[in-house]
């Protein structure tokens, strides 16, 4: 019989409705009903594309004898990480502080005041490699919370404490300067890999923000390395196995330093995110490396994440059914050379075996190859090597598919906009700027009430319970700031300002101007988590300044650039010494530094020629943040176009920055050499 998790809308927590554990989702009522039964509260946080929760699942929430366990001595909530990441941080962060490390699963146990007392992340059904069991914790546990109960609940408070006193050292709430951003790059130059590309050892994380930071150094600087490490590691990762030789598409990351075998399951984020660098990348160089992935990865993302509603689903999973009935791994995307043969024939799989990397002993389990594209000497026949890919993804196609988590997440729908938008813009692909338009549309009709005020997430076109945090706000502002750069429509420069009136009133701390991850409004947890550095996407604190500085630079509003500035303060503080953790606050800063510039594009219509051409070129230009407004003279749609006619009867382009205005120009290729960092 299905328990209180049938009704949720996150497909993580359906997963779970019918187990034989009494789960509760989080809800005051949970607690309320572990102080009337006078019992702790176990929490279990995870997500639906998280292999190791899937494994603790089925080991011990779908055993009966542990539910009875469970059931008995313990209220257990089951939380969706990516429906609530406040609750995911404030008790991630207790798990870290108590024990050096975290993850997911992430099981914790409360008091029924929701005060954690004791930690771990996955706990096997039987002892293993010095790790109890969870039956033993759970055991453990239940005898600790009867018979030292005083104990217990001083811990608890303790650690709450401690919590309450990890207050951000914040700096002097000023923007950093170009000191502080040579010691970011040159602190990212030593943690560099220079054999392979990325940062740091085993495991590989796409830095996609830190990417972003770089190109922008280099726009504004001229700095070589900077662009040099960006351009080597965007090559690597799309050659290696993280990126889908076949589909297009990133894997979340590389378990080893070389990029070769990827944890398999594909995120909406970094996907929207490295679409963005690559599309940015190809404007910086005009690599063809660069604009193919671009392309493929938007393509990717519509055909493979887009749901019936126009948004964009979460994640597909990492397992799949091998065919013989088993969820493996990556058992959608390996091959082994017998496959290869069965497909193509001999003489195309030995072709294919070479291009994609395929050998005999495998580089994944059991003989299998991850597909990549070694650079090796001599030339394919670009024509074959189309065919090839084009039948592998055809026979790929009827193997069973990995699952997709439909939920609807506004912040990661803001990055897809704002990655589909610019790369259909740059790439002559209106389709993809259609996608976005679609995107944007669902988040305006679901996800905003009529005081803008966002709801995080959706599914199969019903809004879910829980409010936005401040990354969805930022990150879907993002999107719109983008989509009305591209499409010329101002409606999205003005959803954007509802946004982030919001941010201004509700998410920053007005004595100090730091950011909340939750509204001052929300609902209560035993801290206000507040986190500025860069995880898997930007952090809702560095998004927002990036945010309110281009809402700014399109408005001229005085308090929104004032916000951003002192959020700024922080990248100030933690820019020189951790800059891989703070990328997205680095590349704003960048764009504080360059103004950032206003461009205005005025034509007698959008559509016009001559129009079209000064506005390319504007959207092309690779200053950091620049902001563009595209419209017709007298056009009340954007500030920027006020006062700005055509010269000589032809369109024309004004670019202004610190308050001062170049003289107007006709001349696409002047707009060029202007906004060319």
Known sequence: MPNRLAHETSPYLLQHADNPVDWWPWSEEAFDEARKRNVPVLLSVGYSSCHWCHVMAHESFEDQETAEYLNAHYVSVKVDREERPDVDAVYMEAVQAATGQGGWPMTVFLTPDAEPFYFGTYFPPAPRQGMPSFRQVLQGVHQAWEERRDEVTEVAGKIVRDLAGREISYGDAQTPGEEELAQALLGLTREYDPQRGGFGGAPKFPPSMVLEFLLRHHARTGAEGALQMARDTCERMARGGMYDQLGGGFARYSVDRDWVVPHFEKMLYDNALLCRVYAHLWRS????????????????????????????????????????????????????????????????????????????????????????????????????????????????????????????????????????????????????????????????????DEQARLTRTSKDGHAGANSGVLEDYADVAEGFLALASVTGEGVWLEFAGFLLDHVVVRFTDPESGALFDTAADAERLIRRPQDPTDNAAPSGWTAAANALLSYAAHTGSEPHRTAAERALGVVKALGPRVPRFIGWGLAAAEAVLDGPREVAIVGPALDDEGTRALHRTALLGTAPGAVVAAGVPGSEEFPLLADRPLVGGEPAAYVCRNFTCDAPTTDPDRLSTVLSG
């Open 285 to 448: 160089t005009g690599s063809e490396l660069a604009r193919r992935v671009a392309l493929e990865t938007a393509d990717f993302m519509v055909r493979e994440l887009r749901t019936n509603e126009g948004g964009f689903a979460s994640a597909l999973d990492a397992d799949s059914d091998d065919g013989t009935g088993r969820h493996v791994e990556g058992a959608c995307y390996v091959w082994t050379p017998g496959q290869l043969r069965e497909v193509l024939g001999e003489q195309d799989a030995d072709l294919a075996a070479q291009v994609f990397g395929v050998t005999e002993e495998g580089t994944f389990e059991e003989g299998a190859s991850v597909l990549q594209l070694p650079v090796r000497d001599g030339v394919f026949d670009a024509g074959k090597v189309a065919s090839i890919r084009e039948r592998l993804l055809a026979a790929r196609a009827e193997r069973p598919a990995p699952g997709r988590d439909d939920k609807v997440v506004a912040a990661w729908n803001g990055l897809a906009i704002a990655a589909l938008a610019e790369t259909g813009a740059y790439f002559d692909r209106p389709d993809l700027v259609e996608a976005a338009v679609a995107a944007a549309d669902l988040l305006v009709r679901l996800h905003l």
